[in-house]
């Protein structure tokens, strides 16, 4: 009884480094998210995943990519880390699009120095 | 305009008394309406989600919502110190289900 689960918890990057926020779900949902929380900015959508094989840009999407690499796995990539991407990273799933709540995993919290 | 938009607090109550918090939302063909409690450290967890005009009732949870005036709240009833939290309200509009989230109202009860 997983959900949804995130990978790594914490992590501390320099900048200029890159790196790739996993993420899967175990609920057969169709759709995923991923969302950036920054204090007195509330959740912020990266990128989404409609259905598998399909990825569309969100509110921030510069300075980050994504794959949905089956209908389980959506990973995000920070190509070149910036100080501004410091932030916690919550990636999440939803069954039936327009009707379905989203379900959160644990969230990866990411420093850049 | 902020497309949800909530009142970031602090909202101190006493426990046991009603705590309200309040959302309002700018486009007007929203569809589905949430309301998430999120512990300081943890995951957003949803507690409730209407999707008519009304009131939609959950053990000591009340959630509100008007399309007309284009705002939703939610009344938890005889509040403990274990509501303490931040309040998320989010929003789906018609595409893709997108859900577009305020900033969070920061509920403290004490005891």
């Known amino acids: 009884n997983a959900g949804v689960t995130q990978t790594p918890k914490f992590q501390v990057l320099k900048t200029g480094q890159s790196m790739t926020l996993q993420c899967a779900q175990d609920?057969?949902?169709?759709?995923m998210y991923w969302y950036r929380q920054d204090p007195g900015m509330g959740l912020r959508l990266i990128y989404y995943s409609a259905s598998e094989g399909t990825t569309d840009k969100g509110e921030v999407p510069n300075g980050y990519n994504v794959s949905r690499l089956n209908k389980r796995e959506f990973s995000l990539r920070l190509e070149s880390a910036a100080p501004s991407q410091t932030s916690v990273y919550f990636c999440a799933s939803s069954d039936r699009q327009g009707v379905s709540p989203l379900h959160f995993g644990n969230g990866t919290r990411l420093t850049v120095t | 305009q902020k497309e949800v938009e909530q009142n970031s607090g602090p909202l101190s109550v006493p426990e046991g008394a009603i705590a309200s918090l309040n959302c309002t939302y700018s486009?007007?063909?929203?569809?589905?309406f949430f309301w998430y409690r999120q512990y300081s450290g943890k995951s957003p967890e949803l507690i409730m989600s209407?999707?008519?005009?009304g009131d939609k009732e959950d053990g000591r949870f009340t959630a509100q919502l008007n399309k007309a005036s284009q705002y939703v709240s939610l009344l938890i009833r005889d509040s403990q110190p274990s509501d303490s939290a931040t309040y998320l309200c989010?929003?789906?509009?018609?595409?893709?289900?997108?859900?577009?989230f305020g900033q969070g109202t920061i509920l403290t009860v004490h005891p």
């Open positions: 609920m057969n949902h169709n759709s």
């Open positions: 989010a929003v789906r509009g018609t595409s893709y289900g997108k859900l577009t």
């Open positions: 486009d007007r063909v929203s569809q589905s």
């Open positions: 209407i999707y008519s005009n």
